[in-house]
T-cell receptor, first 114, second 116 residues
Framework: KNQVEQSPQSLIILEGKNCTLQ??????????LRWYKQDTGRGPVSLTI?????NTKSNGRYTATLDADTKQSSLHITASQLSDSASYIC?????????????FGAGTRLAVHP | GAVVSQHPSWVICKSGTSVKIECRSL??????MFWYRQFPKQSLMLMAT?????????EQGVEKDKFLINHASLTLSTLTVTSAHPEDSSFYIC????????????FGPGTRLTVL
């Protein structure tokens, strides 16, 4: 069964600190892995996308890593800001007969406090 | 970048009424659009896949007669919640897959539905 699990479920950090969110997946056949940021009451916005051959991808203060052997990914946020408070969703794309299917994680709710 | 819009952004209705939500791809064509539902503190749950010019494909457990989907053009899909009940209150999000790609999707901003 295709699954994406994220940890922690929620996280509180102080402004300026770094944090790392985890994503483990059992998805086959794997196509790519994406991290999305979802602000409360808004739709998800893509942060990074990585294919099987990519180990790391950065987008400003966001850096995602992918270990395709262990089927793990992480999202590292550097020098957090109050605006980073949001849910971060790991989404794995599975190849499925011509079009891919997206498998969503439950998300990590990050709160950045001043 | 590609933009997907939803209208309305929020709606409050009485129990028993029907509500229509529109999803538009503003600067690209989308042969396929997806409708998701998201309850508080939960992730997105796929409800149905909407293909332009054909019937939608519904996920298991989603009532097709209650959630009517129409995808009349390459830039517009609509979701109609018929005879809405309070348990239908949720955040509805659409996404659109760029025509010619296998999984390049962009999400709309969502529609908050509250049924009284």
């Amino acid at each position: 069964k295709n699954q994406v699990e994220q940890s922690p479920q929620s996280l509180i950090i102080l402004e300026g600190k770094n944090c790392t969110l985890q994503c483990n997946y059992t998805v086959s056949p794997f196509s790519n892995l994406r991290w999305y940021k979802q602000d409360t009451g808004r739709g998800p916005v893509s942060l990074t996308i990585m294919t099987f051959s990519e180990n790391t991808k950065s987008n400003g203060r966001y850096t995602a890593t992918l270990d395709a052997d262990t089927k793990q990914s992480s999202l590292h946020i550097t020098a957090s800001q109050l605006s980073d408070s949001a849910s971060y969703i790991c989404v794995v794309s599975a190849s499925s007969g011509g079009y891919n299917k997206l498998i969503f994680g439950a998300g990590t709710r990050l709160a950045v406090h001043p | 970048g590609a933009v997907v819009s939803q209208h309305p952004s929020w709606v409050i209705c009485k129990s028993g009424t029907s509500v229509k939500i529109e999803c538009r791809s503003l600067d690209f064509q989308a042969t396929t659009m997806f409708w998701y539902r998201q309850f508080p503190k939960q992730s997105l749950m796929l409800m149905a896949t909407s293909n332009e010019g054909s019937k939608a494909t519904y996920e298991q457990g989603v009532e097709k007669d209650k959630f009517l989907i129409n995808h009349a053009s390459l830039t517009l899909s609509t979701l109609t919640v018929t005879s809405a009940h309070p348990e239908d209150s949720s955040f509805y999000i659409c996404s659109a897959r760029v025509r010619g790609t296998i999984d390049t999707q962009y999400f709309g901003p969502g529609t908050r539905l509250t049924v009284l």
